[in-house]
T-cell receptor
């Protein structure tokens, strides 16, 4: 498996603003997943984008995938204080069962 | 409706005293995972079960063991906890293995070693 690297490490915005975080990876993938972790809690699956997809939406979330650049971005629109969390990407390739998480992006949304 | 349950949420143990963390699931998933997450770090996979088949990660210390007596339950045993084992321990499940599978996480057990 390969580890995604999230960027930036930390992001602080005001409520109502959009938040964008990025993920880079090294080798080809079949799909890429994004997860959220609220402080002191488990991870929650947000969205999976397949390698043949370029963009995917889920509510206020928009995920893009650029396989030529080996990168993905997660956009949260109209952020809320409840969006404050760490966000992790997990690139998935081949038959490997493992999800290998990076250190994540810590998003703080200030009221 | 809780799907992956971890007990206890907080566990305090003494240096060297064996401790067991538990995880149960109502999803009837084949796969159960245990992760260790230290402060401000990525969750690190320790091992997983596919049904009764145990799969240990190469760098998981021998101090960490696991049991899965049935589909619903999985336990993490730390035989002789050291100060460095203080962490959040996350249990997760998935229907099958493979990178396309969504993992469902429990709320975690925070372990403190005194």
């Amino acid at each position: 498996s390969q580890q995604g690297e999230e960027d930036p490490q930390a992001l602080s915005i005001q409520e109502g603003e959009n938040a964008t975080m990025n993920c880079s990876y090294k080798t080809s993938i079949n799909n890429l997943q994004w997860y959220r972790q609220n402080s002191g809690r488990g991870l929650v699956h947000l969205i999976l984008i397949r390698s043949n997809e370029r963009e995917k939406h889920s509510g206020r979330l928009r995920v893009t995938l650029d396989t030529s650049k080996k990168s993905s971005s997660l956009l949260i629109t109209a952020s809320r204080a409840a969006d404050t969390a760490s966000y992790f990407c997990a690139p998935g390739g081949g038959s490997n069962y493992k999800l290998t998480f990076g250190k994540g992006t810590l998003l703080t949304v200030n009221p | 409706d809780a799907m992956v349950i971890q007990n206890p949420r907080y566990q305090v143990t003494q240096f060297g005293k064996p401790v067991t963390l538990s995880c149960s699931q109502t999803l009837n998933h084949n796969v159960m995972y245990w992760y260790q997450q230290k402060s401000s770090q990525a969750p690190k996979l320790l091992f997983h079960y596919y049904d009764k088949d145990f799969n240990n990660e190469a760098d998981t210390p021998d101090n960490f063991q696991s049991r899965r007596p049935n589909t619903s339950f999985c336990f993490l045993d730390i035989r002789s906890p050291g100060l460095g084992d203080a962490a959040m321990y996350l249990c997760a499940t998935s229907r099958e293995t493979g990178p396309q599978e969504t993992q469902y996480f429990g709320p975690g057990t925070r372990l403190l070693v005194l």
